[in-house]
């Protein structure tokens, strides 16, 4: 279930997880991932500090005011958190920014402490069904670095056709790092959900 895009906040209900707006509230969570090296390792940026975080969030949460949208940058929350007070608890992000009428780019990271869930996956599943289905975009792509072997796996097993290297294609935390780009076009989402 989704609510349109142009009508107000994104909601997503994936199985495990549900995807939404970030709120300022959230910063703990923002923080426990870009603050956490051992998951912004994999990003295309700086680990963030507290006050880099909170600038992140604010832009996020100003830029989803901005219509018509060309960023979907949403809270990944769990729905079967041991816990009902941690079922709105953001543990990762998801971020689809449209960098064509149709098509996109497609980001994602999960906590540390929320790896290993399934999350992740579901996570890109259930945005995938959104730029597919209610975006109508036709190619998203997904640029993961070389050693980040769980994002590989993810993209590989969800559907991307990988296209190449991009040597040299991100430089965050001091150093430069290659990227592997992948690709999935509207008609390869489909068929694989038809099976």
């Known amino acids: 279930m989704t609510t349109r895009h142009d009508e107000g906040p994104v909601v997503l209900h994936g199985r495990t997880v549900r995807l939404r707006e970030f709120t300022l509230a959230d910063l703990d969570g923002v923080r426990g991932v870009i603050g956490d090296n051992r998951v ?3 990003l295309s940026f ?10 992140l969030l604010h832009t996020i949460v ?5 219509r018509p949208r060309s960023e979907f940058y949403l809270a990944i929350t769990p729905r079967d958190a041991d816990r009902a007070a941690d079922n709105d608890r953001v543990v990762g992000f998801t971020r689809l ?17 929320h790896q290993g ?3 992740a996956g579901d996570a890109v599943r259930t945005l995938l069904d959104f730029a597919f289905g209610t975006l109508r975009l036709h190619r998203i792509t997904a640029a993961v670095g070389p050693d980040n072997r769980a994002g590989l796996a993810l993209v590989e ?4 056709t990988r296209e190449g290297v991009l040597r040299d294609h991100v430089h965050a935390n001091g150093a430069w790092r290659d990227s592997v780009l992948f690709s999935l076009l509207a008609p390869e989402w489909r068929r694989s959900r038809e099976d």
């Open 117 to 119: 869930r399934g999350y």
């Open 46 to 55: 700086n680990t963030r500090n507290a006050e880099q975080a909170r600038e």
């Open 97 to 113: 920014q449209r960098t064509h009428p149709y098509s996109g780019r497609l980001v994602y990271a999960v906590a540390h402490a």
């Open 62 to 66: 100003e830029q989803a005011r901005v």
């Open 157 to 160: 097993n969800i559907g991307f």
């Open 40 to 42: 912004a390792h994999h």
